[in-house]
């Protein structure tokens, strides 16, 4: 899986104010006006009222995060939705920062020797937040919904469960169709936290046996959470009071962080972080997510294999690493699996040298002798905008025009008609996962849900088969080098750089446990200094 690597965790030093904004290029007000807007419009930033601002104390931790969108556990995207349901729910199995496995309510488990039964034994002193007690019933109330397709984004993922049987209460047994040796990955998916068996409303019930016990949400607005003085865990959480603020941009969130109005922001360009290294407490560590390109094969230009190549050939992605990620980070190759993954990384498969005029040449043969014009939408966070703009300078060598459409993340993910899944050219965020597989399944595979390039590939799809069920290593790692070197010659998405996780929080605060995934971001064990 992945190598072990150090956070680095920095102390505030002194960059003035001026230097912030000249080095960032953001305009932030430094007063703060509350605004209601609609849940379906186009949003704004929202600033807290300025009571709101003020009512700081050692109880109470304020994180910043874009406004969610989906609120079902079951059909999770963006780090906002994700973050919620891991405060107020639980998950079985949990990774930590160095993508191992750790428990959370299932304490033990092991695998039968043919690696198609899963036994984990769950804790015996849970509840829900309405005091009713967490067995095995409710693990498999929750798998069943998140195994139906016509419900659940996740269906692909756990779609190799035969059965899933619990012998007693709190025993849970999950028998699979196929041998799949990182099937327990799979239970540490975003979307995969226990409801209560027979929830109604799973998008408002809130109702979790989670560290966090809701009290107030407003999508528009924020969510206050109150501690879980019954949570099974020893200690935790140690915070009396968590809020999660919602802001429609970075700038923002950054502004309130500066004014003292929140307390901890994640997710952010590569130059605000190393501007806020002056005045507030910094962590990083390295990650296995990325920021790719994909234009959709199944349609328009990106039909003829040619146009795609053009593309590849136009993109410089050592410059792109090295202006936009600033050395932080790892340098991609085009492929979802990236240096972290140790073992499972061929670093002999490269992508071919930039070259315009050969980019060119292949439009030409495509019949665009005009070149193209394009629209490339783009997610309107982190380091994005900013890669959307190098893409563009990059791209106009090779007669590759594109006019950028910025779109709220939220929403951007979200069903709507013209979402991530759908448009014909876009920029997408995919957060760090554990192990190089749930890449492949979820993205690359023929036909899976988000195969967002819409791209179709028999040979890639056996290699990705192989290497997800086969118990011989060797043979997984042959099959994880042959899946790299296919998609850096033909593979449907760019895929410049490896970004870090960065976090920037006020000075008094300590024990912020960073994830690779910003939204697993752990706050159960956060104290203050005094």
């Keep these: 899986m ?22 960032s290029g953001l305009t932030l007000a430094s007063s703060m006006v509350p605004l209601h807007l609609s849940h379906t419009a186009s949003r704004h930033l929202n600033n807290p009222s300025k009571s709101r601002i003020l009512r700081q104390t050692n109880d109470l931790l304020r994180v910043a995060w874009e406004p969610p969108v989906t609120l079902d556990p079951a059909n999770l995207s963006s780090d906002s939705e994700v973050a919620l349901v891991n405060a107020i729910y639980d998950y079985l199995l949990d990774t930590d920062d160095q993508s191992q496995l750790v428990p959370r309510l299932a304490q033990t488990w092991e695998m039968s020797e043919d690696g198609t039964q899963y036994t984990l034994a769950l804790v015996q002193n849970a509840t829900f937040h309405d005091g009713s007690e967490f067995t095995a019933d409710d693990v498999i109330w ?33 028998t699979l169709n196929n041998t799949e040796p990182d099937f327990l990955y799979n239970l540490t998916d975003n979307r995969t936290v226990i409801q209560k068996a027979n929830t109604e409303n799973p998008d408002t019930a809130f ?28 200690g935790a959480p140690t915070t009396q009071q968590l809020e999660f603020i919602y802001f429609g941009d970075t700038n923002a969130s950054i502004n309130a962080l500066r004014d003292g109005a ?7 360009p590569t130059r605000v972080y190393q501007t806020l290294q002056g005045d507030f407490k910094t962590i990083e560590i390295p990650t296995n997510g990325y920021n790719l390109a994909r234009l959709r094969h199944d349609q328009g230009p990106g039909t003829d294999p040619r146009v795609w190549k053009a593309f590849k050939l136009a993109t410089d992605r050592q410059r792109i690493f090295d202006i936009i990620s600033a050395g932080y980070g790892a340098l991609g190759n085009d492929t979802p699996i990236g240096p972290l993954y140790a073992q499972y990384f061929n670093p002999d498969a490269v992508p071919a040298e930039r070259d315009p005029n050969e980019a060119r040449q292949l439009l030409d043969a495509a019949g665009y002798e005009d070149g193209l014009d394009l629209t490339l939408h783009v997610p309107n966070s982190g380091d994005r905008p900013d890669l959307a703009q190098a893409l563009r300078s990059f791209w106009q060598d090779a007669n590759i025009r594109v006019d950028i459409r910025l779109r ?89 750089y490896f970004f870090p996780q960065f976090t920037a929080f006020q000075t008094q605060f300590d024990n912020i446990r960073l994830h690779p995934f910003a939204g697993r971001t752990d706050f159960r064990f956060v104290t203050t200094e005094e």
Aim: charged fraction near 25%; charge should be negative; glycine fraction near 6%.
């Design 2 to 23: 992945f190598k072990k690597h150090n956070k680095r965790i920095s102390k505030p030093n002194h960059v003035s104010r001026r230097d912030f904004l000249r080095f």
């Design 142 to 174: 929750t798998f069943n919904r998140l195994r139906d397709p016509g419900i659940s984004g996740a269906a692909d993922l756990l779609g190799n469960i035969a059965s899933i049987e619990a012998p007693d209460p709190y025993t849970i047994v999950f």
């Design 207 to 234: 109702n979790g046996t989670g560290p966090f016990k809701m009290v107030e949400f407003d999508a528009e607005d924020r969510a206050v959470m109150e501690r879980n003085e019954n949570y099974w865990m020893d």
């Design 262 to 268: 929140i307390d901890v922001v994640l997710r952010m």
């Design 408 to 496: 709220d993340e939220g929403i951007y993910y979200s069903d709507v008609e013209d979402n991530w899944l759908s448009v014909d050219l876009g920029i997408t965020g995919w957060g760090s996962r554990p192990i190089p597989q749930l890449y492949l399944d979820l993205q690359l595979k023929s036909g899976a849900r988000w195969n967002e390039a819409h791209y179709s590939n028999a040979e890639l799809d056996q290699l990705i088969e192989t290497a997800g069920t086969s118990l011989d290593q060797e043979v997984r790692v042959q099959a994880y080098m042959q899946i790299q070197e296919l998609l850096v010659e033909e593979g449907p998405i760019i895929v410049p």
